[in-house]
């Protein structure tokens, strides 16, 4: 893996109280690397500790303990002129856009190049050239205003990239923005963290942001993070329920509710299914085993749920399925065996 | 109406504009620095400094409670040194900027602070001085609402002039108390309150086009 961009090095944030209570801990603990030129998601529920994690890399929130290492500096200890320096490296783009409304797009585009003192006649071409790149060169001169929500995310990523920072941060950037304009505005991101080999941290409540362009994930829950690691690696093999519960519906398949309604933990009669999560991945993950299964143990086996899909660009498949309780054991062992994992979710008569 | 009174209306509206412009002015000198400091020194805030906010507060607070006419007779010590008389047009400007002034300082400072949070975030994160997110984000941002703000101020200030009229300064106030109420001149008392109402509505319909024009958030069809 290459050097670090950004390393979260045992960060703890506590918010002091007034008498009587104790601190609030936003997070604790935190140990992270974001990989450079790497697309980073840190996913977890609103309160979770996210955005207070993202603020810590451009110096808006600072660490009560611990380090955050930023392209080489320690942004905690940082004086306010080099925090100041730091944050021409870091663009950032946020959730509700947060652009200047009596400013035009173009005015808005330049606003970072004036702030670090560039003379005007090098905004112009610059800023002409953001304008292209995020493909908004018929509305220049607009106002916000008059722009979509997709049209106005673009001119915050292009306001973002002005001062050609190396490191990127998405604050729920989509989170206000409908499916479509979704894909589209991470479709750009992608597009800007190849071409410019810009790495990017993003924090998201949403599991498919993190699918359609994260390389690497953290989930993070009550201020810790509760898993990290590739995207695919953890999508596949998610060890932490918090983990499960963001993919539910994001990797296709969750238990029907007429079999979870009746699913219990422990068999009850010989002659019950045992519900499994089959999980496929990577070359396994278009072997027809199931077929294989009934062919070579004679095992039936009912399919209740499923799906194939991409994650990284590399197919992920997930089938829920029931098995006769007796044979439950020989066929997971016969498909752990085949390089796929399984999981038991319970129990049917 | 004589010609002689129509010129005297005319003298007095003249110097009822110089006394609100001037006080306007030196009133937006002083307030807007104020209204700045007063917006942006809150705990947390870009200049915190929580206990300066407070007692610069206390003292604005305390200037807006004086009653204007009781201000302007307490204070003719104050305007006979800086001025050197406590009488007429130029004397009348000072009980009337110090009167004007925090008023202007807490509609700029109401102003400065209805300006999105996030906007000083995002100015932040690009590396912004706090001098540069005053002037380049928090004052632009604010700018129809101050419009608006002191519109309403330079209306406050027509009505103080005419008060000052009663204590030597001159101007409309002056003119309808001596001539329309003194010597019981009907004429001139309506020529007054008419001058004074058409003032008020160019004023007030000046201060919402400027606003309107310097306000970007509504749409408009930009042809195209």
Known sequence: MAEAAISFQGVTRRYPQKKGSGDVIALQDIWLDVPQGAVTGIIGRSGAGKSTLLRMVNGLERPSSGKVIVNGHNVGEADPAALRAIRREVGMIFQHFNLLAMRSVYDNIALPLEIAGVDSARIKPRVNELIELVGLTQQAARYPAELSGGQKQRVGIARALATNPRVLLSDEATSALDPDTTRQVLALLKDINRELGLTILLITHEMAVVRDIGTHVAVIENGQIVESGETYDVFSRPQHATTRSFLTGVTGVAVPHFIADRMTAEPRSADDETVVQITFVGPHATDPMLARLTAELGVSVNIMAGAIEEIGDKPFGSLIVGLPASRTAEARAFLEQHGLFTEVLGHVS | ?224
Do not use: C, H
């Open chain 2, 1 to 224: 109406m004589s010609a002689n009174l129509i010129q005297l209306l005319w003298d007095s509206t003249l110097q009822t504009l110089y006394m609100v412009a001037i006080a306007t002015l030196l009133g937006t000198l002083i307030g807007g620095p104020l209204g700045i400091f007063l917006a942006t020194s809150r705990r947390g805030e870009l200049y915190s400094s929580p206990i300066a906010n407070t007692v610069v507060g206390l003292v604005v607070n305390a200037a807006r409670s004086i009653p204007f006419i009781i201000l302007a007779v307490a204070i003719i010590p104050f305007t006979r040194w800086i001025v050197g008389t406590a009488i007429g047009t130029s004397a009348a400007i000072v009980p009337l900027t110090i009167a004007v002034a925090p008023f202007i300082a807490r509609l700029i400072e109401s102003s400065i602070r209805e300006v999105d949070s996030g906007l000083i975030e995002a100015a932040r994160s690009m590396g912004a001085t706090p001098a540069q997110i005053v002037r380049k984000v928090l004052l632009p941002e604010a700018m129809p609402s101050i419009v608006l703000g002191l519109t309403l101020a330079i209306v406050s200030l027509i009505g103080f002039t005419a008060m000052v009229g009663t204590i030597g300064g001159k101007g409309l106030g002056d003119l309808g108390i001596r001539y329309g109420y003194q010597r019981f001149m009907p004429d001139v008392m309506l020529a007054v309150v008419i001058i004074t109402i058409v003032m008020v509505q160019i004023v007030q319909t000046l201060g919402e086009w400027i606003a309107a024009r310097f306000d970007k958030r509504a749409p408009r069809n930009r042809g195209r």
